[in-house]
């Protein structure tokens, strides 16, 4: 099981390039694909989804063009939209009962498969509820189930976790570390915390590039010895945002404590262990320097 995504490129109209170059190699696991908004996450998504074609380059699903073939990728895919749309008048049972058949699932097996999915998103009890009624936050969980319909080999979730409140955010999270036995799961947010707790890999996107591809391990040791903890009076914090890269601040009763990365430290700041906060941050802004470093060239 191998998904290869080829040199893609992908324009649009004005110019305006979503996708530069991207090349990436993939096999079974949690991919988590971390970036700003606007980096390219959704437009790759849909390449990948078979809903968009790249403008150049290609992907191969089991070294089959996609392009060329999207149903050999079609019927192993689940895939949740970070624009998740439902019928309102349809109760969970009846609209998943729907996509099952849009997907050629077998009646009997379809049922079965709905009554597991709804105990593991947790809407059993609110089953025959009409979905016009659901909160934000179990209208994706109805998505999140329609993904796993067809038990997917390729499983795709952008921005799977807005609208969850912190409790149904760690059931899902918990629920896609799960799922990443035997198959590839592509997890696209800008959530570092999301990424954290379920990836195996990260890809870091930013301006329609690939920035680094790591693992959580390779992405911390990068930053060792960049993250520093500062202490600074409240009325200075304004003017260290604009002199320092400050990944977070915590104010408590002796002033500010930033965590500040660069190579070399602030006066009388501490090195502190990082978190893949820190390390995001910290490529991203490196992409950014060199970005515009090129551009000035």
Known sequence: MQLAIESVTKRYRKGVVALREFSLDLKPGVLGLL????????TLM????????????????????????????????????????VYPNLNAVEFLEYLAAVKGLDGVAARRRIDELLDLVNLTDVRKRPLGGYSGG??????IAQALLNDPELLIVDEPTAGLDPEERVRFRNLLSDLSGER??????????????????IAL??????????????LLRSVEGKVWEWVVPSAELTAVKQKFLISSTTRRSDGVHVRVLGEEPPTNAQPVSPNLEDA???????????????AAA
């Open 205 to 218: 996107i930013a301006q329609g590039t690939l920035v680094v591809h790591a693992t959580p391990e390779e």
């Open 184 to 201: 590839i799961v592509i997890l696209s947010t800008h959530i570092v915390s999301d990424v954290e707790a379920t990836a195996t890999d």
């Open 46 to 85: 849909s390449i990948l989804a078979t809903i968009t074609r790249a403008t150049e380059g290609r992907v191969l699903w089991n070294d089959t063009d996609i392009a060329r073939d999207p149903d050999v990728l079609r019927s192993v895919l689940g895939y949740l939209p970070q624009d998740f749309g």
């Open 35 to 42: 970036g700003p908004n606007g980096a390219g996450k959704t």
């Open 280 to 294: 995001y941050l910290f490529c991203l802004s490196r992409h950014r320097a060199g970005a515009r470093a090129g």
């Open 138 to 143: 179990m209208r994706q969980r109805v998505g």
